[in-house]
């Protein structure tokens, strides 16, 4: 079902004797851009068209919608036919795609480790966006069972072509501290490399039990890496960021946060990741309640979109806006 987005065309008047190239044409949109269940949103750009992939939900392991402006977007099937052998169906989290420097699409999933009952993060790789991504590992690629297992995996190229993986240790599922870890990531994409290196913990007030979702991002010679923090079935969850060194830190949390907490028609806005458009604008893609069912999967978490400035290098989130906002650039 598309989402109902709001689109007015504003045509300005054309000024007797003005030529038709002064006239301009605007558009603008209204959050959310999809209105049906689509939680821990990621999306990649392929050949001018956004990929955006989400936890499972009543269309697949893995839903996947596509848009080529990040606000109309359509349903595309499933990416995620079947899981890994190690893992259960039915609680497939938090998928994010990236494409190597061999052309490949690799898939870095959350999933229900076998007997366990704790989840653990898988790989599967496509030749295509669209799949369907295949795992033919026997065990999860990352699984800290003794920590509560690991989810919210996220990847990473560096300026240098280096790969990274991200990710969260489940620790509020056994009442344990949450860490947000990194590591390097062979080239194809599939094996860690060298050492685990803790980046971040909840242990700021707004955290609450958990810090999640992380999400590594370069600009202008700087990391910065964006992770959302609290529960997330709650009005309290929200989007904070910590600028790091280098892609393993040591990173340090922004004394500004949250930068993105519930206002208006967003209760909870959460799980963000950010994209970038041809034209270089910085944009968010997160989930967010409606405040009357927050906790409810009907409608469940949906889909919004806001602009991120930057301001004396510093991220700045216009949001959540649930007004009219002009369309993304190009």
Same mark, same amino acid.
């Given at each position: 079902? #598309?989402?109902?987005?709001?689109?007015?065309? +504003?045509?300005?008047?054309?000024?007797?004797?003005?030529?038709?190239?002064?006239?301009?044409?605007?558009?603008?949109?209204?959050?959310?851009?999809?209105?049906?269940?689509?939680?821990?949103?990621?999306?990649?750009?392929?050949?001018? +068209?956004?990929?955006?992939?989400?936890?499972?939900?009543? /269309?697949? /392991?893995?839903?996947?919608? !596509?848009? !080529?402006?990040?606000?109309?977007? &359509?349903?595309?099937?499933?990416? #995620?036919?079947?899981?890994?052998?190690?893992?259960?169906?039915?609680?497939?989290?938090?998928?994010?795609?990236?494409?190597?420097?061999?052309?490949?699409?690799?898939?870095?999933?959350?999933?229900?480790?076998?007997?366990?009952?704790? &989840?653990?993060?898988?790989?599967?790789?496509?030749?295509?966006?669209?799949? $369907?991504?295949?795992?033919?590992?026997?065990?999860?690629?990352?699984?800290?069972?003794?920590?509560?297992?690991?989810?919210?995996?996220?990847?990473?190229?560096? +300026?240098?072509?280096?790969?990274?993986?991200?990710?969260?240790?489940?620790? /509020?599922?056994?009442?344990?501290?949450?860490? #947000?870890?990194? &590591?390097?990531?062979?080239?194809?994409?599939? &094996?860690?490399?060298?050492?685990?290196?803790?980046?971040?913990?909840?242990?700021?007030?707004?955290?609450?039990?958990?810090?999640?979702?992380?999400?590594?991002?370069?600009?202008?010679?700087?990391?910065?890496?964006?992770?959302?923090?609290?529960?997330?079935?709650?009005?309290?969850?929200?989007?904070?960021?910590?600028?790091?060194?280098?892609? #393993?830190?040591?990173?340090?949390?922004?004394?500004?946060?949250?930068?993105?907490?519930?206002?208006?028609?967003?209760?909870?806005?959460?799980?963000?990741?950010? !994209?970038?458009? $041809?034209?270089?604008?910085?944009?968010?893609?997160?989930?967010?309640?409606?405040?009357?069912?927050?906790?409810?999967?009907?409608?469940?978490?949906?889909?919004?979109?806001?602009?991120?400035?930057?301001?004396?290098?510093?991220?700045?989130?216009?949001?959540?806006?649930?007004?009219?906002?002009?369309?993304?650039?190009?």
């Amino acid at each position: 079902m #598309l989402g109902l987005v709001s689109v007015v065309l +504003v045509l300005a008047a054309c000024q007797a004797g003005e030529p038709a190239d002064k006239q301009s044409n605007a558009a603008t949109f209204t959050n959310p851009v999809y209105t049906t269940d689509f939680p821990d949103p990621a999306a990649i750009l392929v050949d001018g +068209v956004y990929h955006a992939y989400s936890t499972n939900n009543r /269309n697949g /392991n893995v839903p996947l919608l !596509t848009s !080529t402006d990040l606000v109309h977007w &359509q349903r595309a099937g499933d990416v #995620l036919p079947q899981v890994g052998k190690w893992a259960d169906s039915g609680l497939t989290w938090a998928p994010e795609v990236i494409r190597t420097a061999a052309g490949k699409y690799v898939l870095y999933y959350t999933a229900r480790r076998d007997g366990t009952g704790r &989840q653990c993060i898988g790989r599967a790789v496509a030749d295509t966006p669209r799949g $369907p991504f295949v795992d033919d590992a026997d065990e999860p690629l990352v699984c800290e069972l003794d920590e509560g297992g690991s989810i919210d995996a996220s990847p990473f190229v560096d +300026v240098n072509g280096s790969l990274y993986l991200y990710w969260k240790n489940d620790g /509020n599922a056994i009442v344990q501290p949450t860490n #947000l870890y990194g &590591q390097r990531l062979s080239p194809d994409g599939l &094996q860690r490399v060298g050492k685990r290196v803790k980046l971040l913990s909840n242990d700021a007030p707004w955290h609450g039990r958990a810090v999640e979702a992380p999400q590594m991002w370069h600009r202008e010679g700087r990391y910065f890496l964006f992770y959302s923090g609290n529960a997330y079935d709650s009005e309290a969850y929200g989007v904070g960021y910590a600028t790091c060194e280098k892609p #393993l830190g040591p990173c340090t949390d922004a004394p500004e946060n949250p930068i993105l907490r519930t206002a208006g028609r967003a209760a909870g806005p959460g799980h963000s990741y950010l !994209t970038q458009t $041809p034209a270089g604008d910085t944009w968010m893609l997160y989930h967010a309640w409606e405040p009357e069912t927050i906790g409810s999967k009907d409608p469940g978490r949906m889909l919004w979109l806001d602009k991120v400035d930057w301001v004396d290098g510093e991220p700045i989130v216009r949001g959540p806006t649930d007004k009219p906002q002009p369309l993304p650039l190009g």
